[in-house]
């Protein structure tokens, strides 16, 4: 009998240390991930809403040339020692969301979707079926376009402007007139996501 209570108790030890950790982890990305986009953006205004506690949050900044940005920072739940056997089977990956809301309007809708190995991280797109599939690959990577036009080739450039393993989908939407960009990453450098970001925001000013 004392097995399984030993037994218990270890298990109990475990659970509540990798509670701990996966607690503080996330908090950590959340901080880092706020101060980075308000560095970045210089918000006017801002606005945050948090998700199951530690799981991450969603942010809506005031900036300046755009209507609104708004943000989703969803985050594995690290805490939960019962999540860990899924993260073989699902991407195990962080998810950054970002939707420039722009003054101007958009004339054309298309998506650039980088195609994974285990199709984990296909995005849902509602209206697949009236747009046109093309299939490229560069940097020894695959995408997935569909467009409704052929206007999307310089938006490749503004693809490049991040770190080609945490690009996941960038679509471009008359509806609302926004420019949606998501990465998925394992660790990320905040510094580099800064820059990457600067950058986006004068690629969006200057190309729509």
Do not use: C, W
């Not at 996966?22 to 210089?42: D, H, P, R, V, W």
């Not at 969603?58 to 739940?77: D, H, M, N, Q």
């Not at 285990?118 to 695959?142: A, C, F, M, Q, V």
């Amino acid at each position: 009998m004392s097995r399984y209570i030993t037994l218990f108790i270890g298990i109990s030890v475990v659970i509540s240390l990798i509670y701990i950790a996966g607690y503080k982890k996330n908090i950590k990305i959340m901080k880092q991930m706020a101060e980075t986009l308000e560095k970045t953006f210089s918000p006017k205004d801002k606005l945050y809403t948090y998700l199951g506690g530690v799981l991450g949050f969603i942010a809506e900044y005031k900036i300046e040339g755009f209507e609104k940005v708004s943000v989703t920072l969803r985050l594995i739940p690290r805490q939960s020692a019962l999540y860990l056997p899924f993260m073989f089977i699902t991407s195990g990956k962080d998810s950054l969301q970002i939707m420039f809301y722009t003054k101007k309007p958009i004339a054309s809708e298309f998506h650039i979707i980088k195609e994974s190995p285990l199709k984990l991280t296909k995005p849902k797109i509602y209206n697949r079926d009236k747009l046109k599939s093309e299939k490229i690959e560069t940097e020894g990577l695959r995408y997935e376009i569909l467009k409704d036009d052929n206007h999307y080739e310089k938006f490749m450039d503004f693809v490049k402007l991040f770190d080609k393993k945490q690009f996941n989908h960038l679509a471009i939407t008359k509806e609302n007139s926004i420019v949606y960009v998501n990465l998925l990453f394992y660790k990320m450098d905040y510094d580099q996501l800064e820059n990457s970001l600067k950058k986006a925001v004068n690629f969006i000013q200057t190309a729509i």
